[in-house]
């Protein structure tokens, strides 16, 4: 058992750091302020590779492993969780389900578009009144006789806004109940497919959050993703690797909350010394770095069994779980180190403290994953 990053690794972690430092950091503040899509960064990430990571190079993907992934998402967090956020959406759900479940023909003519950035992806499953009842679904797709007609409605789906393929669960059979849910691809420019609200969100504001509509929309049978009534079923896989992504962006988020925290408490200084030298703070640091190193390893270990194409389910849960409820405590210990100055844009924690809590409710809340491994655990 080696925990030692290969060299590999250990230079990946570089490179995405420079470029993360270098081309998001400056603009972090702003784009969080006005709501602004990245569009520009997201084309020079794909240039580099990194929007379709662990895709094979056949598909225009740069052939990476898992732990290459979460190493990606994990980096591009540490400086702005709103960029490491579309790409984890885009690379884990959207571009991974067609990887997953799409004919050789569905492959060849969407992901070299998707891998290479020049196409964005978005993922649609949750619906109003579906959301941890994904298998709630409402949309209809109705067969014709001579193609496929979609109505309804998906909200939360995130790069809606911005994407050119929608991957989307619908209703085929509704007697079926979860093995009726089918899933479709979507170009985004088919007439019939609308986007409805941009959220107006907490946190994550540089990541499009919006809804997404479908009205008489017509779909020919080669747009079927999957078998029919397979949708939700490949759902639930594509979400046991998605959840590692999201653990790598709670890892990456509390990193950077982290950072900032541990560099203010050697500057800043109270009662003639640095807070730092001060019991209460060391151990308010120790707890976030422990935390942060615990998080790591259970994501690694689930990215590295992934890899191998093992079942992951409760690896993967467990993994979510814990990264994402230790970096909501990192982040708010960070405000709490910085007082008064914790509450205040120019130092950049309370950025992190907002963005930090979706990752115990995106692709699956907490509660949700607690359910998911007790399942598991009960199997055994």
């Not at 080696?2 to 270098?22: C, I, P, Q, T």
């Not at 969100?201 to 997404?212: F, I, Y």
């Not at 200084?269 to 190193?293: C, N, P, W, Y």
Request: charged share 25%; net charge negative; with cysteine.
């Amino acid at each position: 058992m080696d925990f030692r990053l290969s060299d590999d690794h250990v230079e990946l972690r570089k490179a995405v750091r420079e470029f993360a430092e270098a081309e998001i950091a400056p603009h972090v503040l702003a784009w969080d302020e006005t709501q602004e899509f990245p569009l520009d960064c997201i084309k020079k990430l794909g240039a580099l590779g990194y929007m379709g990571a662990v895709f094979p190079e056949e598909y225009g993907g740069a052939g990476l492993d898992y732990i290459s992934y979460a190493i990606i998402v994990e980096e591009l967090a540490r400086i702005d969780p709103s960029v490491a956020l579309i790409v984890a959406a885009h690379t884990s759900l959207c571009s991974n389900h067609l990887y997953l479940a799409g004919t050789d023909e569905q492959k060849r003519r969407y992901l070299p578009k998707l891998t290479t950035g020049e196409w964005i992806g978005c993922w649609s499953l949750t619906e109003p009144e579906a959301g941890s009842d994904a298998g709630g679904t409402r949309s209809m797709a109705v067969h014709d006789g001579r193609r496929w007609v979609l109505n309804g409605s998906k909200t939360f789906c995130t790069n809606a806004h911005y994407a050119q393929l929608c991957v989307a669960m619908l209703v085929t059979d509704r007697a079926a109940s979860q093995h009726g849910i089918s899933a479709f691809l979507i170009e985004t420019d088919t007439p019939g497919f609308r986007l409805g609200k941009k959220e107006d969100k907490l946190g994550m504001r540089a990541s499009a959050t919006g809804e997404v509509i479908f009205e008489d929309l017509h779909l020919a049978g080669t747009q079927l993703l999957g078998k029919p009534g397979e949708g939700f079923v490949d759902s639930l896989r594509i979400l046991d690797g998605g959840r590692i992504s999201i653990a790598a962006l709670s890892i990456g988020t509390a990193q950077g909350a982290y950072e900032k925290a541990l560099k203010y408490s050697k500057h800043r200084r109270q009662f003639g010394r640095f807070i730092s030298e001060f019991q209460a703070i060391q151990h308010k640091l120790v707890d976030m770095a422990t935390g942060i190193e615990a998080s790591r390893l259970l994501t690694y270990r689930a990215a590295d069994m992934h890899q191998r194409k093992e079942k992951v389910t409760k690896e993967s849960a467990m993994a979510k779980l814990f990264a994402s409820e230790v970096a909501v405590k990192v982040c708010d210990e960070a405000v709490q180190i910085h007082g008064g100055y914790g509450f205040i844009k120019d130092y950049g924690v309370e950025k992190f403290y907002r963005d930090v809590k979706l990752c115990t409710i995106g692709e699956g809340t907490s509660e949700i994953q607690r359910l998911v491994i007790a399942r598991q655990l009960l199997k055994a």
